[in-house]
DNA sequence: AATGATAGCAACCGCTCGGCG
DNA sequence: CCGCCGAGCGGTTGCTATCAT
């Protein structure tokens, strides 16, 4: 049996909203507050509306200082990289970025960011493929070489995986999807899935095949994560959300917390720690047994993750920035990406 | 100039969580 | 403790604008 409707379907209006229905709601609004009841909201004002719509009207559209579209490339970063922290927990991503709604950073993740991120890689595997090539041919061995001047930015990972090519199958288009960037980050940060568990071996050798490798970097890494504020105290309190409480966040702050060399946002760190990052989503970054079993067991006991080590799990310090690393890490994977044996043996 | 394809965005849907009786 | 209800969230849909042919 199915959940009961929020509102009468029949009566209510849906579609875009009127100039009248936005003064009315606004006006409501700034004179008498929500009054912490959504769905009496529309009857009191006499709007034919949903209280849900009403509620993501305000949130995305009419609440003050809300800015749309002109992301800029600080704000590119950090949500890049909270995203590849945190998933796509929009609303926390929203919180570190002053007059941005999560409905916004979704949808800019989804139809720019994302594809952003992609197009540059595929113009470097282009790259990296004629480059890579040649200077195979040179050195005369099998194993692809990741251009000069893309390793000296990070002399963390060099030692990370020189793995073994991967046998060509006829599962997905190189990236163009969500698997793409999920197997571009399973080698940034290691190996998360069962089917991919020779990498994971051969990325720790020193560890045996049944250690977690996520359990084995919450012993090894540990990441200077501070925090002032709690941000439960505004992501708790709606009307301390509308008064643009945020966080003292930039772009550069986000590059050091990519590079765990930094305190996370403030508040962030605490807060992630009362609510564990979700990352039902997330499969396609991490694997389907980092999501559902690993992570998740280590929740459920003392040993809890917090963003910090989400990110060091993921990207390796020193790196300049998110896309940086991801190009970067691109560019190795883009030589295994290759069907190099054409076709099922 | 017309038409189809694609991108961008606003809004909706349905699920989960937490508060409260 | 349990069930109900509302808020909040993320995923998805559908409309509109823009671009390419």
């Not at 949903?50 to 579209?69: A, E, F, Q, T």
Request: a negative charge; one cysteine or more; aromatic letters at 8%.
């Amino acid at each position: 049996m199915g959940r009961a409707p929020c509102c009468d379907k029949a009566n209510v209006k849906k579609g875009p909203w009127s100039p009248e229905e936005d003064a009315k709601l606004k006006s409501y609004i700034e004179q008498h507050g929500t009054g912490g009841n959504w769905i009496a909201l529309p009857q009191k004002i006499g709007l034919k509306r949903c209280g849900k719509s009403c509620r993501l009207r305000w949130l995305n559209y009419l609440r003050p200082n809300i800015k749309h579209g002109g992301f800029s490339e600080e704000e590119d970063n950090i949500i890049c990289s909270l995203y590849i922290s945190i998933g796509s927990r929009w609303s926390i991503i929203a919180a570190q970025l002053p007059g941005r709604t999560d409905n916004d950073i979704k949808n800019y993740w989804n139809t720019r960011l994302k594809k952003k991120l992609l197009g540059k890689q595929r113009k470097e595997q282009q790259a990296r493929r004629s480059s890579g090539l040649k200077q195979e041919m040179k050195r005369g061995n099998g194993n692809p070489v990741v251009p000069a001047d893309n390793n000296n930015q990070n002399p963390y990972w060099p030692e990370l995986p020189i793995l073994a090519p991967i046998p060509y199958s006829n599962h997905e288009p190189h990236f163009n999807d969500h698997a793409s960037i999920r197997k571009l980050l399973i080698k940034l940060g290691g190996k998360f899935s069962d089917d991919d568990q020779v990498n994971h071996n051969a990325m720790n050798p020193q560890f045996p095949a049944d250690v977690s490798y996520t359990q084995q970097l919450y012993d090894d890494q540990s990441i200077n994560v501070s925090s002032s504020a709690p941000m439960e105290e505004t992501l708790d309190d709606t009307d301390t959300q509308f008064a643009q409480t945020q966080y003292d966040i930039d772009g550069a702050a986000g590059l050091q917390m990519l590079q765990g060399q930094s305190s996370f946002p403030a508040g962030l760190e605490q807060m992630v720690s009362s609510n564990p990052p979700r990352l039902d989503g997330l499969e396609f970054l991490l694997g389907d047994d980092m999501v559902n079993n690993r992570i998740r067991t280590a929740y459920g006991t003392e040993s809890m993750i917090d963003c910090g080590e989400m990110t060091s799990l993921i990207f390796p310090p020193g790196a300049s920035n998110c896309e940086g690393i991801i190009q970067q890490r691109l560019l190795q994977e883009c030589a295994f990406d290759e069907p190099r044996y054409p076709g099922p043996l």
